[in-house]
């Protein structure tokens, strides 16, 4: 649980937000159909969860699932096949919970979601910037929102069905429990100019004589520089990277360790405004020019993180709520379903589910006993 996975959970809303604006999904040539509508189109969109309320669709799980296995190809990474039945039972866990929410969750859920979704946009960096990538999993600012909202509101109906309260010196030993988790990186922010060496779908590397052509190119950009030309202007000419381009190559700020080596260590040993030689990586050809750094920093428990616009101390808050809530919502959710009637209709999401139920149960009553009082 470091900063920034801390920082990543709140600007997300949740898994079912920030899995549908991780990363775009590639789609073959020529085609502007999403993956949900090809299948929905091919298969139809049965109902698969059935209970007293509410229904979820083939497609929710869908569109859920197409950004949460794109931004894990784009890891090189595959999500075990019970991740579906994960992501399906927070989804029946939301809409449970929204059957059951008062005006007060659902007024404290808009307020969670709007937040969320002036950070989204600090992080994207434009409107235009953000709804790209919505548009690539299939979504609208508008389908972001609610579901944000959703999630919000169907927390706060679980807080106060279980009454969860949390004091002010209960987040303060939150706090000196985690302090190192409150540590951020020294972190660079530089602009970059790429000239692609790869194919960017096939990630196969382009014919010799292109690469050639490139380096060349890549050559002349810096030459170019060095004479006075502004770094900005050719980036959003010539640069291939189409997350920074329109942005004169400015990337967000980045610790060590989330870029490929070469490029962090050109990144962190520049000098402000200074620019780099051709940097040569996995991806191609780059120039960088170093805007500022910020160094390494621990934040105080009264400290505001103007990632998400939250203090320290309600950050701890909302942690301690969630440790209280991992221990007292299985029974409350198991009894709400029941009530509800929460039926799983696809039989093999239901008997994977039951799989993994029976996986769970067998852990637990393994799990070492406690030692008797004296």
Do not use: W
Request: hydrophobic letters at 45%; glycine letters at 4%.
């Amino acid at each position: 649980m470091k900063l920034q996975f801390i920082l990543s959970a709140a600007l997300m809303a949740g898994a079912i937000s920030a899995v549908a604006v991780t990363a775009p999904v590639s789609l073959p040539a020529g085609t502007n159909t999403s993956p949900e509508a090809t299948m929905k189109a091919l298969f139809g969109d049965p109902v698969i969860v059935q209970a007293k309320g509410f229904e979820i669709k083939q497609s929710d799980l869908d569109q859920v699932l197409t950004g949460a296995k794109a931004n894990a190809a784009a890891q090189g990474q595959q999500l075990p096949p019970e991740f579906s039945v994960a992501i399906l039972n927070q989804l029946i866990t939301i809409q449970s919970l929204l059957q059951v929410a008062t005006p007060a969750d659902r007024a404290a859920g808009a307020a969670e979601a709007d937040l969320q979704y002036t950070n989204l946009l600090k992080r994207f960096g434009s409107v235009e910037a953000f709804d790209r990538q919505l548009k690539a999993v299939d979504m609208t600012v508008a389908d972001l929102r609610n579901k944000a909202s959703q999630e919000a509101t169907a927390k706060a109906a679980l807080k106060r069905a279980l009454n969860i309260t949390v004091s002010d010196d209960s987040a303060k030993a939150f706090y000196t429990k985690h302090t190192a988790d409150f540590e951020q990186p020294e972190m660079a922010h530089v602009r970059h100019i790429l000239l692609m060496t790869i194919d960017p779908q096939a990630r196969a590397p382009l014919p010799t004589n292109t690469v050639a052509a490139k380096r060349k190119q890549i050559d002349d950009l810096l030459k170019q520089i060095r004479g006075g030309a502004d770094f900005a202007t050719l980036a959003s000419q010539y640069s291939e990277d189409p997350g920074s381009k329109e942005k004169g190559g400015e990337l967000p700020e980045f610790a060590r360790g989330q870029m490929v080596p070469e490029f962090e260590s050109i990144a962190f040993s520049l000098t402000n405004n200074q620019v780099s030689g051709v940097v040569t990586t996995q991806f191609g050809y780059h120039i960088l020019k170093k805007i500022d750094a910020t160094p390494a920093k621990k934040f105080a428990f009264s400290d505001t993180l103007p990632q998400v616009n939250k203090t320290v101390a309600d950050i701890c808050k909302n942690e301690a709520e969630s440790e209280q809530i991992k221990l007292l919502a299985p029974d409350y959710m198991k009894k709400l379903r029941a009530d509800q009637a929460v039926e799983i209709k696809d039989a093999t999401l239901k008997a994977m589910d039951e799989s993994v139920r029976a996986q769970a149960d067998a852990a637990g009553s393994n799990a070492p006993s406690a030692p008797s009082a004296p």
